[in-house]
C-alpha cells in the first residue's frame, strides 16, 4: 500500500518562502505521476503542480508558474514543492497525491484530482499578510 506523509507547511508572511516535502512509501514509483494540490476554505481542490516520477515535463497551474516548483528525490522517495514568492492567496491545505502506471499519454489530464490514487493527509501552509 502506497503511504504519502507531508511535512513542512506553517505560517509565513507574504513574500517568504516554503518548502513541502511528501515521503513516499510503499512501491517502487518509476512508473508513477505525482502531484501537489492546495485545497482552500470554501474552494474545490486544486492541482498546482505535477510531474512524472521518471521525469520529463513538469506542470503548473498559472495561479503558481514562476513561484513554485515540483521536484522529487530517489533516496529516500521525496517529493517537494518549494514555494517562493508566496500571497495570501496560497493559504490552503496542501496535498501530495500519486498516480500508479502513468504514461505520457495521460499527461492532459493529469493535473485533475480524479487521476489521483493515492492521496496524503494534507498540510496547512498560511501566508499572513
Known amino acids: 500500500q502506497v503511504q504519502l506523509v507531508e511535512s513542512g507547511g506553517g505560517l509565513v508572511q507574504a513574500g517568504g518562502s516554503l518548502r513541502l516535502s511528501c515521503a513516499a512509501s510503499?512501491?517502487?514509483?518509476?512508473?508513477?505521476?505525482m502531484g501537489w494540490f492546495r485545497q482552500a476554505p470554501g474552494k474545490e481542490r486544486e492541482c498546482v503542480a505535477a510531474m512524472a516520477w521518471s521525469g520529463g515535463d513538469t506542470y503548473y497551474a498559472d495561479s503558481v508558474k514562476g513561484r513554485f516548483t515540483i521536484s522529487r528525490d530517489n533516496a529516500p522517495n521525496t517529493v517537494y514543492l518549494q514555494m517562493n514568492s508566496l500571497k495570501p492567496e496560497d493559504t490552503a491545505v496542501y496535498y501530495c497525491?500519486?498516480?500508479?502506471?502513468?504514461?505520457?499519454?495521460?499527461?492532459?489530464?493529469?493535473?485533475?484530482?480524479?487521476?489521483?490514487?493515492?492521496w496524503g493527509k494534507g498540510a496547512l501552509v498560511t501566508v499572513s499578510s
Open positions: 497525491a500519486f498516480a500508479a502506471g502513468y504514461t505520457p499519454a495521460q499527461a492532459p489530464a493529469l493535473m485533475s484530482p480524479g487521476a489521483m490514487d493515492y
Open positions: 510503499g512501491r517502487t514509483f518509476s512508473s508513477y505521476a
